[in-house]
């Protein structure tokens, strides 16, 4: 069986965990929890990184921050890629807010250009969550400017995009916050986990309040001080005051001593997982769609797509081959019943093209070049 994701956390890492936790540490977030997000900004090359409970919770907390600061207020209208992922769109309607679906392109699978800036003339929207699909990038300059043009905040998913990079800068830069996964199978895993980047110094210390409770213990000092002052809060009773509407989602030491192994050997996974990817698109039938190529951009790809009006015959014979496959993310969101049953039924020609015609294949960092070979070749003779 050719597996569509592989486990990253090594053998050697997990007896160097076992090695750890025989000395009897604290488990719940500590000190190793900072050393991994400190780490983990230095790869990213952002000033601050919460590490949280999943990247669905980083999601989540993106969204609440806007909503707690002032930025949005409840009905304001904020713009999901309608080929995304159900906790991508999930948190802009359980907050309240008027979410908006944008087609994607069949270019680099990105939000569709014409459309988003009709979306913008018709709805005044508030925010865009921009998703990197499957590690490629869209170009961030052309919609960052949009969005600074029409005073439109941006967030970043990166969720399966860790290591793309546009003009050698790395996807997570571009907006205010930006998610990123650190699940099983994705370019590094903490078994579940994610992280918060942001290079917002005041979006970091309102971020951390909201991932444990609202209180202020993991804020600066400067800005735990400014609010118990505010209040009047003396040093004891600061213990148990909560400034903002909190959630708990905090990671653990444990997860957080697994992700400052797996960053050491991240470089070699996404150069792997590029590798790869250049290898299917050498590959792959020049029949079947292909993802843009452009110059000034880094794939640090998750897997591979494939959109063909013959996605049965391919998905059979993979299955026969033993070769694993999805489809291609959630399809067109459009189509999922949380959507159809609360907003009706929309059309969007490109993400409901993909959601019928739409799988991808597997890309990790152990395959072997014979893997792609044999995966290629029973793509293109199902075709």
């Given amino acids: 069986m050719i597996s569509l994701i592989k486990n990253t956390i090594s053998n050697e890492e997990i007896d160097s965990l076992i090695d750890w936790l025989k000395t009897y540490p604290r488990l719940?977030?500590?000190?190793?929890?900072?050393?991994?997000?400190?780490?983990?900004?230095?790869?990213?090359?952002?000033?601050?990184?919460i590490f949280v409970n999943s990247g669905s919770s980083a999601n989540l907390l993106m969204v609440y921050y806007l909503l707690e600061s002032g930025l949005l207020k409840r009905g304001d209208s904020v713009i999901v890629p309608a080929l995304s992922w159900s906790t991508t769109l999930a948190p802009v309607i359980?907050?309240?807010?008027?979410p908006i679906l944008c087609d994607c392109n069949l270019e680099d699978l990105s939000v569709d250009i014409e459309h988003l800036e009709k979306i913008i003339k018709e709805y005044n929207p508030k925010s865009l969550i921009l998703v990197p699909i499957l590690g490629f990038v869209p170009n961030m300059k052309e919609i960052k400017d949009i969005c600074d043009k029409n005073n439109i905040i941006l967030l970043e998913d990166t969720c399966e995009s860790?290591?793309?990079?546009?003009?050698?800068k790395k996807l997570g830069n571009f907006g205010l916050m930006s998610s990123f996964s650190t699940y099983f199978g994705h370019h590094i895993s903490t078994i579940e986990g994610g992280m918060i980047c942001t290079n917002d110094k005041k979006v970091a210390n309102i971020l951390r309040s909201l991932r444990s409770h609202g209180w202020d213990r993991d804020m600066d000092v400067e800005y735990y001080s400014d609010l118990r002052e505010k209040y009047n809060v003396g040093d004891f009773n600061a213990l148990y005051t909560f400034y903002h509407t909190g959630f708990n989602v905090r990671s653990t030491d444990l997860q957080a001593f697994l992700g400052i192994r797996q960053l050491e050997r991240l470089p070699d996974i996404v150069n792997n997982r590029n590798t790869n990817y250049n290898l299917y698109r050498d590959l792959i039938?020049?029949?079947i769609w292909k993802p843009s190529q452009k110059e000034n951009v880094f794939v640090s790809n998750f897997a591979y797509p494939i959109i063909s009006e013959n996605r049965k015959s391919i998905i059979?014979?993979?299955?026969?081959?033993?070769?694993?496959c999805r489809p291609l993310l959630s399809g067109s969101l459009s189509k999922q019943p949380y959507w159809y049953e609360?907003?009706?039924?929309?059309k969007l020609k490109?993400?409901?093209?993909?959601?019928?015609?739409?799988?991808?294949?597997?890309?990790?960092?152990?395959?072997?070049?014979?893997?792609i070979i044999k995966i290629s070749k029973t793509i293109n003779e199902s075709n």
């Avoid at 359980?94 to 008027?98: A, I, R, S, V």
């Avoid at 860790?162 to 050698?168: K, P, T």
């Avoid at 490109?350 to 893997?371: K, Q, T």
């Fill in 28 to 49: 719940t977030k500590g000190d190793i929890t900072i050393q991994f997000e400190k780490k983990w900004s230095e790869y990213l090359g952002v000033e601050h990184s």
């Fill in 162 to 168: 860790l290591g793309s990079e546009y003009n050698s």
């Fill in 350 to 371: 490109n993400a409901d093209y993909i959601h019928e015609y739409g799988l991808y294949v597997p890309n990790n960092h152990e395959m072997s070049e014979d893997d």
């Fill in 342 to 346: 609360n907003f009706g039924n929309i």
């Fill in 94 to 98: 359980q907050f309240g807010l008027n």
């Fill in 316 to 324: 059979d014979n993979l299955k026969s081959n033993d070769i694993e």
């Fill in 285 to 287: 039938s020049d029949d």
